[in-house]
């Protein structure tokens, strides 16, 4: 049923899942965005050494660059690979809706830890759920002062994971004309870089022949990410 503030787990608890699970990933929704929190959830993963997945509405949590940054959605099979390697899933601010997550059929961790301000988002159905009621900010802060720090994780395998699934959708001829609309407009939104008179034509050209790409290469544009 809807959980309410007496069945929430304590912060410390939460901790110590986390403290005794082998791997740990974070999927970070919305709420860490309207928090705050960006920048100690990029210091949260880097002290457990956990990828860190976002949603729409994270969109650009984590500087794309940053190692633990998974800037690819979770539909694509490496990285849903990926998140399935982990033993415990920290939920952040995240309602794990069902178009990130494919009707919840994502492989998911056996165990996840689930923190939201709103009481009536903390039950992921068809999953056993640890469940936080909270802020993100003040639940962030809390993890990173009570688990202890590692010195690795599967954090460590992020750009190769990355790495390994833009290479298959760039050699996959239903998606390399996608794939080159998503280079093209990440280039396009970087600040440092000023875009060629020949971008918008670029564009075009591209769209013009475009194949129905996968919907995980359209929530790639849509993360704005390479």
């Known amino acids: 049923g809807m959980a309410s503030p007496g069945d929430a787990l304590p912060l410390v608890a939460a901790a110590e899942l986390i403290d005794r699970a082998g791997a740990v990933a974070i999927w970070a929704g919305g709420g860490v965005v309207q928090a705050g929190a960006g920048p100690s959830l990029a ?32 539909h694509e099979p490496e990285v849903e690979a990926l998140l399935s ?83 298959r959708l760039r050699a996959d001829e239903r998606t390399a004309d996608a794939c080159e609309l998503v280079t093209i407009v990440a280039d396009a939104e970087r600040p440092s870089r000023r875009r060629p008179p020949s971008a918008d034509r670029r564009v075009a050209s591209t769209l013009h022949p475009l194949r129905p790409p996968s919907f995980g290469l359209f929530g790639a544009a849509a993360y704005g990410t390479r």
């Open 43 to 74: 210091r949260l993963a880097e002290h457990l050494r956990a990828p860190v997945l976002t949603t729409f509405a994270s969109r650009g949590l984590l500087p794309p660059d940053h190692p633990c940054a998974v800037t690819l959605p979770p």
């Open 85 to 167: 390697a982990a033993d415990l899933l920290l939920v952040v601010g995240s309602d794990l809706d069902g178009m990130t997550t494919k009707n919840l059929s994502l492989d998911l961790p056996a165990v996840i830890v689930n923190v939201n301000a709103d009481p009536q988002r903390l039950t992921v159905h068809g999953h056993q759920v640890h469940r936080v009621l909270g802020d993100a900010g003040w639940a962030i802060e809390g993890l990173l002062g009570r688990t202890a720090l590692r010195s690795s994780g599967i954090a460590d395998h992020v750009r190769q994971v990355c790495d390994a699934t833009w290479a």
